[in-house]
C-alpha cells in the first residue's frame, strides 16, 4: 500500500516537475537593450562644377545638428522604425551637418569642411559612447580636395574610436565606392530605384543585420566588385532597361537566398575620383563563397550590357527642341524637355533655342540667377514691365545671356528655397528664376506660383531622373525628350576632362 502511494506521488511530483520546466523554457528570454549611434554626412559633388563646396555652403540652413533622428522618412527614417519594431533599441543622434546650399552643383568639398564634419562625427561618437553599434547615412558620391576616399575615411575614423562593432551604411545608388569602404564597415546597403523610392526600406534592412549582428544571430560577410562601366545619371533611370533589369537580378538573387543583401551602385560620373562607376557590393550571413558568387554574377552581368547601358545617344539641344515643338503641335502636351546636363543651374541654350524655333506656352522651370533676382528686387514688383538679361554666366558652359522683355509676374520668399521670381514673356512663355540649381520633381512646385502645368505646351526642366515621379508615373507628359545640351552632365562622358578615373573604365576608355 505504502509503496503503490510512494509510486503515485513520485509520479506526480514529476509531473509537475516536467510541466514547470516546459514552462519555464516556453518563456522567452528579454533580449538585452541594445544602444546605437546615427550619424549623417551626404553629399554628391560634381567635381567639375566651378564653385567649391565650404563650410558657408554646409551651414546655410543652420549648423550641425543631432536632430537627424527626428525623421519618419529616407533611410534614418527606416532605419528608426525597425529599430522600433524590434525594440530594446536606444538610437542616439549624432552632431551631423546639414544638406550643403546648392546640393550637388557645388564642386570638391574643402578640406576645411571635410575635417571639421567628420572630425565633429567622430568626437560626439566618443563622448555620447559607448554603443553597441553605429548607422551612417552617407552618399556615396562626395569628393574631397586631398581625401580621394572620403567615405571610407570617414568610416575608418569612426572604427577606430568604437572599436570591434557592428558599423552599417547606407548609400545612394549614385555611389562611387570601392572596397576600402565594405573592408572598414561590417554592411552597406544601397537603393535600387531611381527615383529613389526605397531609401526607406534600406533603411530597414541596415537596422535588422545591424540588431542581429549585435545580438548574435548574424554575422555579416561581404563582397565588392568593379565592372568597370561609367555611366550618365540619365541613363540610370531603373524604370527602363538594362538599369531595370540589373537591378530586377540583384532582387532575384535576393529572393532566392534569404538573409542575402545585392547592392549595385551605378555611380556618379560628374566626380573625377578614382572609384568612379558602377559597384556591386553584397552582404550575406557567414558565406564568403556565397557573396563572392553573387558579386562576380553581378559584375560580370553589368559588363556584358555595357554597350546597352552606357553606349546610348541623346538629341543634342536642336533637335530635341524641333522634337519638342513637333509634339506640343501634335497635342502631346504638357511635353517636357529633360534639360539633364545642367549642373550649375545656370545654362540658356534650351531657352534660346525655343525662343529661335518660335516656340510657344512654354516654362523654363528653372534657371539660376540671383544676380538678376537681386537686380528685379531693386527695380520692379509683381506686376510691373522689365527688361532684363538672365542666366549665361555660372560657369563656362553657361551659354549666353538671354534678353527678357515682359513683366514681373511672381517676385517673392519661397520657403527656404529664398527669394524666387517669374517673368512672362513673348506667347505666354516663363522664366522661373531661382537664387540656386533647383531640380523639379513633382507639377506642385508650380502651385505657390501661380501656374497651372498641365495648361502649357513645353516643360522644361534641370532634371536626369527624378523628374519622372512627378511628370511620367503620374502620366501627366504627353511626351519627354532627354536633350543633351552642352554642360557639366552630358550624356557623352568621352568629352569631359577626367584626370582621376581609371584608365580602363567603359565608354570613356574602351578596353577590348
Known sequence: MKNNLYKRVSFVLSLLLIVFTSGCRQT????????????????????????????????????????????????????????????????????????????????????????????????????????????????????????????????????????????????????????????????????????????????ENAARVAIQTIRGKYRPVMATRKPGVITPSVFQGTGVSPAMDIMERARRWECQNPGVFVSVAFGFAYADVPDVGATVMVVTNDDQELADGIADDMSDYIWRMREAFAGKKLPKTAEGVALAIAAAEAGQTPVVIADHSDRTGGSTYILEELIRQGAKNFCIATLRDERAIDEIQKKAKAGDKLTIDVGGWTDKYAGNPVRIEGKVEYLGEYGRRGTMAVLLFGENNRVILTPQLTQVTTPDFFDPLGIDVKKLDIVILKSRVHFRRGFHETGLAGAIFEVDAPGWGPADLTALPYENIPKDIYPVYKKD
Open 28 to 203: 522567452p528570454q528579454k533580449e538585452k537593450s541594445i544602444k546605437i549611434a546615427v550619424a549623417s554626412f551626404s553629399h554628391e559633388t560634381c567635381t567639375f562644377c566651378p564653385d567649391p563646396t565650404t563650410i558657408e555652403d554646409w551651414e546655410y540652413y543652420g549648423p550641425p545638428t543631432r536632430e537627424i533622428i527626428a525623421t519618419d522618412r529616407g533611410y534614418i527614417g527606416g532605419f528608426k522604425a525597425m529599430c522600433e519594431e524590434y525594440g530594446g533599441v536606444e538610437l542616439v543622434g549624432i552632431l551631423s551637418p546639414r544638406g550643403a546650399r546648392g546640393g550637388s552643383s557645388g564642386s570638391w568639398i574643402t578640406e576645411e569642411a571635410f575635417e571639421k564634419y567628420s572630425n565633429g562625427i567622430v568626437n560626439d561618437i566618443v563622448e555620447l559612447g559607448p554603443y553597441d553599434g553605429v548607422f551612417l547615412s552617407l552618399h556615396g558620391a562626395m569628393a574631397v580636395t586631398g581625401v580621394p576616399k572620403p567615405e571610407a575615411e570617414l568610416v575608418r575614423r569612426v572604427r577606430n574610436v568604437v572599436g570591434d562593432i557592428p558599423i552599417v551604411v547606407t548609400l545612394d545608388l549614385h555611389a562611387n565606392e570601392d572596397h576600402e569602404l565594405s573592408d572598414a564597415a561590417d554592411a552597406v546597403f544601397i537603393t535600387k530605384r531611381y527615383p529613389h523610392y526605397d531609401t526607406f526600406l534600406q533603411g
